[in-house]
Structure formats: structure tokens, C-alpha cells
């Protein structure tokens, strides 16, 4: 359990709403700055640790600052460098961790009441990997209950906000994460993804939020490693630093079934190689099922496929009708909810949000048949996505409909575009990310500029399986072609 001085401050609500984020000295050069012997392990993270804890009343990203862990790891590998020991790929890299993500010396708290102090035995498999290279955990990142809503705010942590302006969003429920990259305080942040948590954070924070291809990356906590649908989600403000991530994170693990016999991405050798957007052929998806699509966001989509365009690929509009892929969605992860929580609903209650128990109720009431026909739907929507790549290289969507909604809206409350309220918030903000789960297929978020109120917007591109170099090589041609913006501490 966290000593007093290792958890995180309070947020103050909406101060100072307009103020950029406070930049981790450390920046993208630690590694280099280390490896080059021009700073220690130490001074790295001791730098990290105070951009953090300045930052904490403001956004509140953490819900867990591991000082004494990170500093001790930092020791180590200051040792390891005086002795002559050759660096990881990401020794003395400030990186942050979800908190519904296993870590053997730090709590696991799920966002939740229920889940204080709670430390896991093991970590998990992306975790050893991060350890193993060398990078330094400095904290576990915030997140809804039990990762539940797409906002990122609960009972145990408070609410954490967005770093272009605090009374908005970070989305959810991976917000703490985004937070933390796009504010600078840490170089990458590993995430998950069961319907939007990696995409729409890193979308409403103007970073990169990659979702690889199912088993890429093994995710040995899931209940069922069959019917998942939960992907390891991973956030950088760069192609070069995504690609190096996933190559570190990736390859087979015998807890998952869908690592087994998966060849490695080797992304970073990819994202090197120059892309030629002439021979790419995208098709353009504008809806989902859902209703509308805002126009500043529409506009943001149109530049970026607008330059891709002007180097010769070929877009186009796929004029098609989906159901939307919130529904049966809905019904699997509701499912899961209540396969752990229903039976004892009664008895936890109080200590869960309400939004969250009426989740696991929901779940609780589905019948079998109803299960099996969102499983079976889930198998239609993949098929449905690999046809589509029989035409196309990439398919382009919104990340979201509409920009980030602010910190305070309801979870109940229906989104709204243009003064229209439309409806269900997961069904007509996101549809575009759920479509993706359920497919399996590779997806990033790619930044494509700011709201008029200067809230960051995404574009979403989806490959084929086992193409997530694909996704990173496209997202470096745009890093450098069709550059975003981003909070001017973090660049």
C-alpha cells in the first residue's frame, strides 16, 4: 500500500483552465542523454517525479507515484552503467503504467474503492518487457472504475483532466495515460484498449494511441484469452518512439493464445522505411451507426486525407450503412462485468459508481442467447472488416465524432453536436473505435489539429492484420508532411 507521501495530490477542479502542462525535464532524450553518460538514472527520474507531483493538483494523471520504486530502479541502473553492463533499449525512460495493469511493487487499484492498496503478485508480461529494457515505471496512471466509462474520473482518484485545458476531458479510460505523454511527464505511456480506453485518451490529449492487432502484444490478465477483445494499448507523442515500443512489447507469451505463432512486427526497421502514400489506397468511413459527425472534425479528417491525396493516394468514400458496433459490444462487456461482479452486486454497491452498477446488472440479465448472438455479431463485424480489405490498405475513420466533451459531463448524458442532443454517448461519440475491437484489426490515432476552442481532434486508420508497421510508418510520414500540434511543453 502507498505510504502518505507516494500518493497523489488532489485535483483542483478547473484551475487555471487554460494552462499549458508542465514539462518533465527528462524529456525524449533520456535515454540518450544516459547512455551518452551527460546524466544519471537518478537525475532523470528524480526530475520526473518533480514535473509529476507539479502537476498533480492541476490534471492529476497518477493515481499512484512510485518514488521510492522508480528511484531504487534508477540506482540500479546507474550501478549497472559504472560497472560496464550494456543499457536496455529504454534504460532510465520515464514511462507510466494503467492502473488496471499488474505490478508486482505498486498497487493495482483499478480506479476503484474496491480495489485500494491492492497489490498484484506478478506483473504483467507488458510490464516485465518494459522492466527488462529498462525503463523506468514511475507510476500507475489514472483511470475510471474498473476502466468502465470514457471519461476518466472516479470515487478513489478524483478527476483527472485534460492538459490543453482543464476543464475538459482526457477521455477515457486510459485518460491518465494520455495525460501523462501529452503533458510531457513521461516519454510512453502502456495503456489497454477493450473499446476506445487507448484511441479516444490520445485523440482528446493530441498524441498517438495505437490498439496492435490482437496478440501482438500478450495480455495474460484476461479471464478469457479466446473470445478477448482487450488489447495492451500503447501512447507516444512520436512514430519513431510507438515503433520502438512495440517492437519491445511485442511477440509470443504461452498465457495468450492469440500471441502463439505471431511473427514480430519489427516496427522500427518499418517506420524507417519511406512511405509512398501514392500506392496506398484508403477507404474513407464517416459514419458508424452513429448519427452525425461534427463538421470541425470532419475538417480535420479532410486535411490530413487531403495531404495524403496530394502525394498520390487514393481515397474513398465508402458509402456504406453499419449497424452500430456499440451494441453488441455492450452486451459482451457487460458480460464480463457481471461474470465477476453480479453475484455479489448487492454487497459492493456502495462503493461502485452507479453508472458501472447498472453495467453489471445489465450483464447479469443478458440471457444466453443474447450472448451468443453479440459473439456471433462479433464474427460478422470481423468478416465485414476483411472484406473491406480486399479493396483498400487502410480504412479512415473519425477517432471521435465530435471533440473532447468537458471533465464534467454525465455519463448518462447524451452527446451533443451542433446543439443537437443525439443520443448514447458510447454509441455516437466512438462507434469507430468499438468497430475495431470486435474486428481485432491494428488502429492508431493520429492527431489532425485543433477545435476552434483548441481542443485536440484524431483521425483513425485501421490495417489489415499483422500490418501495425503499416499504421507506424504511416503515422511518421505524417509527423513530418502534415505535422500536429502539441501542448508546447511536451515538443
Known amino acids: 500500500m502507498a505510504s502518505k507521501s507516494q500518493q497523489p495530490s488532489a485535483p483542483v477542479a478547473g484551475s487555471n483552465n487554460t494552462q499549458r502542462p508542465v514539462a518533465a525535464p527528462a524529456g525524449d532524450g533520456a535515454h540518450r542523454a544516459f547512455i551518452q553518460g551527460d546524466r544519471t538514472a537518478q537525475e532523470i527520474v528524480s526530475d520526473t517525479l518533480a514535473a509529476i507531483e507539479t502537476s498533480q493538483p492541476r490534471i492529476n494523471a497518477f493515481a499512484y507515484v512510485a518514488r521510492e520504486q522508480s528511484l531504487k530502479t534508477a540506482a540500479a541502473l546507474d550501478a549497472a552503467a559504472r560497472a560496464g553492463h550494456p543499457p536496455g533499449l529504454l534504460a532510465a525512460v520515464p514511462v507510466s503504467v494503467k492502473d488496471i495493469i499488474n505490478t508486482m511493487d505498486m498497487p493495482t487499484q483499478w480506479g ?60 477515457g479510460s486510459s485518460g491518465g495515460a494520455a495525460a501523462s505523454v501529452a503533458a510531457g511527464l513521461t516519454d510512453f505511456a502502456l495503456a489497454t484498449d477493450a473499446g476506445a480506453s487507448t ?43 510507438l515503433a520502438l515500443y512495440l ?68 481515397v474513398e468514400h465508402m458509402d456504406l450503412r453499419i449497424d452500430n458496433p456499440g451494441v453488441p459490444w455492450r452486451v459482451l462487456q457487460q458480460s464480463n462485468w457481471a461474470s465477476r461482479w453480479f453475484a455479489k452486486l448487492e454487497e459492493v454497491r456502495d462503493r461502485i459508481e452507479p453508472g458501472f452498477a447498472r453495467g453489471i446488472a445489465d450483464g447479469g440479465a443478458c440471457t444466453g442467447p443474447q450472448l451468443m448472438a453479440a459473439i456471433q455479431k462479433r464474427t460478422e463485424i470481423f468478416r465485414m472488416v476483411q472484406g473491406w480489405f480486399g479493396k483498400f490498405d487502410l480504412i479512415a475513420t473519425p477517432t471521435m465524432s465530435a471533440p473532447p466533451v468537458l471533465a464534467s459531463h454525465p455519463v448518462d448524458a447524451p452527446l451533443v453536436i451542433g446543439g443537437k442532443a443525439l443520443g448514447d454517448l458510447r454509441e455516437e461519440w466512438i462507434p469507430y473505435l468499438n468497430l475495431f475491437n470486435l474486428s481485432s484489426h491494428p488502429a492508431i490515432s493520429i492527431p489532425c489539429g485543433l477545435s476552434e476552442t483548441g481542443l485536440p481532434m484524431g483521425i483513425q486508420f485501421a490495417a489489415p492484420w499483422y500490418a501495425d508497421s503499416l499504421l507506424i510508418r504511416l503515422a511518421a510520414w505524417l509527423e513530418v508532411q502534415h505535422p500536429w500540434p502539441s501542448a508546447p511543453e511536451a515538443s
Open 112 to 171: 476503484s474503492l474496491l480495489m485500494q492498496g491492492q497489490t498484484p503478485p506478478a506483473d504483467a508480461v507488458a510490464v516485465q518487457r518494459l522492466r527488462a529494457a529498462g525503463a523506468v515505471i514511475v507510476g500507475k496512471t489514472t483511470t475510471s472504475d474498473f476502466a468502465y466509462k470514457l471519461l476518466t474520473d472516479s470515487k478513489a482518484h478524483g478527476v483527472t483532466r485534460n492538459p490543453w485545458n482543464t476543464d475538459y476531458t482526457p477521455g
Open 199 to 241: 484511441r479516444l485518451p490520445a485523440a482528446c490529449c493530441g498524441i498517438l494511441g495505437m490498439k496492435p492487432t490482437l496478440g501482438v502484444i500478450p495480455h495474460n490478465q484476461v479471464p478469457d484469452g479466446f473470445n478477448n477483445f482487450v488489447h495492451i494499448g500503447l501512447m507516444a507523442r512520436r512514430a519513431a518512439d
Open 247 to 314: 517492437d519491445v512489447l511485442a511477440g509470443p507469451h504461452p498465457s495468450d493464445p492469440h500471441s502463439l505463432g505471431v511473427a514480430h512486427p519489427n516496427a522500427r526497421s518499418a517506420a524507417a522505411s519511406p512511405l509512398e502514400p501514392k500506392k496506398l489506397r484508403i477507404g474513407w468511413l464517416a459514419l458508424a451507426g452513429n448519427a452525425m459527425l461534427d463538421p470541425e472534425v470532419e475538417r480535420g479528417c479532410h486535411d490530413v486525407l487531403a495531404r495524403l491525396e496530394a502525394d498520390g493516394a487514393v
